[in-house]
């Protein structure tokens, strides 16, 4: 759908396209194989995962393509063409054996490559690989489990494999990639949504038991708008692990194995004993696992209005209590909520900057995007996202 203000996604076909001419002229042969990821825009449910609790994200159209062919020798070549990578694009090294272990460095983008072929499972052959990606980086819509999941699949279509290996093992490789290989400990949300996504819909995973329940989201009428405030600040690195060391006391004190298993009641009964930053922590997740799950049976039965207030308050919620949030993402939201036809509005992914997602009648987004944008002051760009597929394989003829 083309819409006045946003920013036109390219098609998978067209990203392939490009990353075969790249490979085409840097080995200066045709690849073989091909495959994809996406990134995700998470509804609500954030701070969560790594609580054992829920999450309701959706795939997106923005993907991260790799093509590629086997190679011979022992050194894998990767390159990348993402034009914000500060870095070089260019990476060599070898297929992990116990006399060359891999280990993380310098290119940082080809950590999350390193970190997959490492934990891949089965055995990797040595490759040369184009990479390419219309996901924005940094911009808390996983551009990172997307290359991981992308490399994955890559993977799987160049040895034959992984037809054994469930989509949960897979996702769960990806994400110890990115525990070891670039020092996050993330949660499972994105690996699991990059790899389990399915067209018209968004997916509530219990990330307890680590089940995924699908939920239809193909109202023509109704889109959800992906905002990228375009600012990044150098928090989330070092709050993130601070978050979760909280959560994690917190869940302590109650005498629960995980915020998942305590409640309101919990909280209120243990509020003397915790200070007062970790129970605001732990109220926010504690309520946000409970807004997650209502949320998901409010998209089921087309009930908007309250899902939108469920966003609403989940960001004011990332703000106050968990403080992940930024002036930029707040006023964001505030705007979006200004305009006619939105439901709800708020902070998607780690926060401190990357995007909002905001939930609201497709013939109200227009105007809508023209309001955010007076209103924000800086520059904003806009996506239309309706929900992708998850990874697979592609055809290169
Ligand atoms: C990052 C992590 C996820 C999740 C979100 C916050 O995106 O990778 O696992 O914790 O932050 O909801």
Not at 52 to 78: H, I, Y
Not at 379 to 387: L, R, S
Request: glycine fraction near 8%.
């Amino acid at each position: 759908m083309e819409v006045v203000g946003s920013t036109k996604i390219p098609a998978v076909s067209e990203l392939v396209s490009k990353a075969k001419a790249a490979f085409v002229d840097k080995f200066g042969c045709e690849p073989q194989c091909a495959a994809y990821g996406p990134g995700r825009v998470n509804l609500i449910g954030e701070h969560t995962d790594y609580n054992e609790g829920f999450v309701f994200p959706m795939a997106l159209p923005q993907v991260t393509v790799v093509v590629g062919k086997k190679s011979e020798g022992n050194v894998c070549r990767v390159l990348t063409l993402a034009e914000s990578v500060d870095e070089p694009k260019y990476v060599e090294f070898p297929v992990p054996s116990a006399e060359t272990p891999l280990k993380p460095g310098s290119p940082k983008w080809a950590n999350y490559v390193k970190g997959v072929v490492a934990n891949y499972i089965g055995s990797v052959v040595p490759f040369d690989a184009v990479v390419v990606s219309s996901v924005p980086l940094g911009g808390g819509v996983s551009s990172s489990a997307s290359l991981e999941v992308a490399t994955y699949t890559f993977l799987d279509a160049l040895t034959n494999g992984g037809a054994d290996v469930s989509k949960k093992d897979k996702a769960l490789a990806c994400q110890k990639a990115e525990h070891e290989y670039a020092g996050m400990p993330c949660g499972i949300m994105d690996q699991f949504i990059s790899v389990m996504g399915q067209e018209g819909h968004a997916l509530l995973i219990d990330c307890r038991s680590m089940e995924g329940k699908l939920v239809p989201m193909n109202d023509p009428n109704v889109v959800v708008l992906v905002t990228n405030s375009n600012v990044k600040h150098e928090l989330t690195g070092s709050e993130y692990p601070t978050r979760k060391k909280q959560c994690e006391v917190a869940a302590k004190v109650m005498g629960k194995k995980s915020l998942r298993e305590a409640s309101m009641k919990d909280l209120e009964e243990f509020k003397e004993k915790l200070d007062d930053v970790m129970y605001r922590r732990a109220r926010h997740v504690i309520g946000e696992i409970i807004r997650t799950e209502e949320a998901a049976k409010c998209l089921e039965q087309g009930d908007y209005t309250r899902f939108g207030k469920l966003m609403v308050e989940s960001h004011n919620a990332l703000r106050d209590d968990y403080e992940v949030s930024c002036p930029e993402l707040d006023e964001l939201v505030v705007a979006a909520m200004e305009a006619e036809g939105v439901f709800g509005s708020r902070m998607t992914g780690g926060g401190f900057g990357g995007c909002t997602v905001t939930l609201l009648k497709k013939e109200a987004v227009e105007k809508a995007i023209q309001h955010i944008q007076k209103r924000y002051s800086q520059t904003a760009t806009f996506y239309v996202c309706p929900p992708a597929a998850g990874a697979a394989p592609l055809s290169l003829s």
